[in-house]
């Protein structure tokens, strides 16, 4: 039944001007994922006007939230890239904002939000052709990233580094996106401590709940800042390897920038037509922004003895 009443409340918030206040709660995971996956932004193929529609619905929350441009008056920026045919296509692009502070070095957090359109390219179910809306992948990527700006925007005295969000596209063609990002030099990558990656969160199975964590066999220093798996209310699997050009993680990779990406991991409905907002566990996410919101905070202490010595 809670499932239902998921799918139907934030379809009418999307409909309406009264929308939830931002932040890590299960009501605003839903009403991001709501917007994102629903029908009217075409599966948000890279190149579309899907795509648009949705880059347009990030960059507004990203103003509601109060996070600024990452350079004065920019906050979208447009790219050209290499579909699966070899055509070039033009992407809308990354949308990048910024929480200051008055340091240098920064963390990049990163979700890409497009998807698969009508399933033309990568789908699992090659023969249908209806909209894959990608609520888990990767809306819900998304919904943590906005989620957690907004937490820590409300925090930015405690920070000591500036971070840096970015929503990529085209990750589903060749990651793209995140290439831009960090090839444009929009981004002073010498300055990036590390990067967040996050993609697929929104399915943390209700009978044996597992967090999958990329990058600590390569980067095992983040070990020790994770919360304790006692106290995370999930099983947190530590050993899985960086998948190569498996999520935009990987392009900050290999700039030998150290980073980790989590995941719910894949399920049956990866890629298909019906991952959808029914099948979403939005408490999970919550309890999962839970477990960031730590490890943002003390990623700081890390940082701190690592420039000490």
């Given at each position: 039944?809670?499932?239902?009443?998921?799918?139907?409340?934030?379809?009418?918030?999307?409909?309406?001007?009264?929308?939830?206040?931002?932040?890590?709660?299960?009501?605003?995971?839903?009403?991001?994922?709501?917007?994102?996956?629903?029908?009217?932004?075409?599966?948000?193929?890279?190149?579309?006007?899907?795509?648009?529609?949705?880059?347009?619905?990030?960059?507004?929350?990203?103003?509601?939230?109060?996070?600024?441009?990452?350079?004065?008056?920019?906050?979208?920026?447009?790219?050209?890239f290499l579909n699966p045919d070899s055509v070039q296509e033009n992407s809308v692009g990354n949308i990048v904002s910024k929480i200051e502070t008055k340091e240098k070095e920064l963390i990049v957090i990163g979700a890409h939000y497009d998807h698969l359109g009508f399933g033309k390219y990568h789908s699992r179910s090659p023969f249908d052709k209806s909209i894959h809306n990608g609520a888990d992948d990767n809306a819900s990527g998304v919904a943590m990233m906005l989620g957690l700006a907004a937490w820590c925007n409300e925090r930015k005295e405690e920070l000591k580094y500036d971070l840096v969000f970015a929503a990529?596209?085209?990750?589903?063609?060749?990651?793209?996106?995140?290439?831009?990002?960090?090839?444009?030099?929009?981004?002073?990558?010498?300055?990036?401590?590390?990067?967040?990656?996050?993609?697929?969160?929104?399915?943390?199975?209700?009978?044996?709940?597992?967090?999958?964590?990329?990058?600590?066999?390569?980067?095992?220093?983040?070990?020790?800042?994770?919360?304790?798996?006692?106290?995370?209310?999930?099983?947190?699997?530590?050993?899985?390897?960086?998948?190569?050009?498996?999520?935009?993680?990987?392009?900050?990779?290999?700039?030998?920038?150290?980073?980790?990406?989590?995941?719910?991991?894949?399920?049956?409905?990866?890629?298909?037509?019906?991952?959808?907002?029914?099948?979403?566990?939005?408490?999970?996410?919550?309890?999962?922004?839970?477990?960031?919101?730590?490890?943002?905070?003390?990623?700081?202490?890390?940082?701190?003895?690592?420039?000490?010595?």
């Amino acid at each position: 039944m809670w499932r239902l009443l998921f799918v139907l409340f934030p379809l009418s918030i999307v409909g309406q001007a009264v929308t939830p206040e931002p932040g890590c709660t299960v009501e605003y995971f839903q009403y991001v994922v709501s917007a994102l996956a629903n029908d009217s932004m075409e599966g948000r193929m890279a190149g579309t006007k899907g795509e648009k529609k949705a880059a347009d619905f990030i960059a507004a929350e990203f103003k509601k939230i109060g996070c600024k441009p990452l350079h004065k008056n920019k906050m979208v920026y447009p790219f050209v890239f290499l579909n699966p045919d070899s055509v070039q296509e033009n992407s809308v692009g990354n949308i990048v904002s910024k929480i200051e502070t008055k340091e240098k070095e920064l963390i990049v957090i990163g979700a890409h939000y497009d998807h698969l359109g009508f399933g033309k390219y990568h789908s699992r179910s090659p023969f249908d052709k209806s909209i894959h809306n990608g609520a888990d992948d990767n809306a819900s990527g998304v919904a943590m990233m906005l989620g957690l700006a907004a937490w820590c925007n409300e925090r930015k005295e405690e920070l000591k580094y500036d971070l840096v969000f970015a929503a990529f596209s085209a990750e589903e063609d060749g990651l793209y996106g995140s290439k831009e990002l960090l090839r444009s030099g929009e981004l002073d990558t010498a300055m990036v401590y590390a990067y967040l990656n996050f993609d697929m969160l929104g399915r943390l199975n209700e009978t044996k709940p597992i967090l999958k964590i990329e990058g600590l066999v390569e980067h095992p220093q983040f070990m020790s800042v994770l919360l304790a798996d006692s106290l995370a209310g999930f099983d947190v699997r530590k050993s899985d390897p960086i998948f190569k050009g498996g999520s935009d993680n990987y392009s900050f990779e290999t700039l030998g920038i150290q980073g980790l990406s989590f995941s719910t991991g894949i399920h049956e409905q990866y890629h298909k037509p019906d991952d959808d907002i029914d099948k979403m566990n939005f408490e999970g996410m919550e309890s999962i922004s839970h477990y960031l919101q730590f490890l943002i905070m003390q990623i700081q202490q890390l940082q701190s003895i690592e420039n000490k010595n």
